[in-house]
């Protein structure tokens, strides 16, 4: 079945460092992949999209790679701040009939001042 | 102004009912989710919809329900036959390939 493995374990990082999160998926091949972030007691918004085509993806301080060979995407915070402090979550979909979202666990990234 | 709205943001049942969570969208789009997530976990598929008068099971169906008569509205019933049915329940919106609308959620509590 369809598994995607985000880091479990809550990340800290001091602001101003670069969060890598890191997203691994198997048994299937995504056209493309999602990035949502999620405040506590609010719904995930969406970040940012990559194709399959896709190596690299920039939006302001945000960086998310693809890569379709290893099954895996980054996503890269630089010069973080306490604000950046959320869960992430990752959503690897596309490539089908439907448009059937399936979402990672997310990871907590809690940026110290 | 655009979204995608649930209510209520709080819920609370007694063991045995079943209740209804609204979700409303206003952004034209044909598709709309229904997710559940528990505490540390992430969010699991209940029902999806793609298009008016049609909807299919996601991963966690059971004990659940939906109807989708308007493109705008996504009914979601968490039955009594729910073994669990205290979470955060999400619902979204979206258009094929494209990112989904989330609303802010709505907090079940059954006891």
């Known amino acids: 079945s369809q598994k995607i493995e985000q880091n479990s374990e809550a990340l800290n990082i001091q602001e101003g460092k670069t969060a890598t999160l890191t997203c691994n998926y198997t048994?299937?091949?995504?056209?493309?992949l999602q990035w949502y972030r999620q405040d506590p007691g609010r719904g995930p918004v969406f970040l940012l999209l990559?194709?399959?085509?896709?190596k690299e993806k920039r939006k302001e301080r945000l960086k998310v790679t693809f890569d379709t060979t290893l099954k895996q995407s980054l996503f890269h915070i630089t010069a973080s701040q306490p604000a950046d402090s959320a869960t992430y979550l990752c959503?690897?979909?596309?490539?089908?009939?439907?448009?059937?979202?399936?979402f990672g666990t997310g990871t907590l990234l809690a940026v110290q001042p | 102004d655009g979204g995608i709205t649930q209510s209520p943001k709080y819920l609370f049942r007694k063991e045995g009912q079943n209740v209804t969570l609204s979700c409303e969208q206003n952004l034209n789009h044909d598709a709309m989710y229904w997710y559940r997530q528990d505490p540390g976990q992430g969010l699991r598929l209940i029902y999806y919809s793609q298009i008016v008068n049609d909807f299919q099971k996601g991963d966690i169906a059971e004990g659940y329900s939906v109807s989708r008569e308007k493109k705008e509205s996504f009914p979601l019933t968490v039955t009594s036959a729910q073994k669990n049915p205290t979470a955060f329940y999400l619902c979204?919106?979206?258009?094929?390939?494209?990112?989904?609308?989330f609303g802010n959620g709505t907090r079940l509590t059954v006891t």
């Open positions: 959503a690897p979909s596309g490539g089908g009939a439907t448009n059937k979202l399936i």
């Open positions: 979204a919106s979206g258009s094929y390939n494209s990112p989904l609308h």
């Open positions: 990559i194709r399959e085509n896709e």
């Open positions: 048994n299937y091949s995504p056209a493309y």
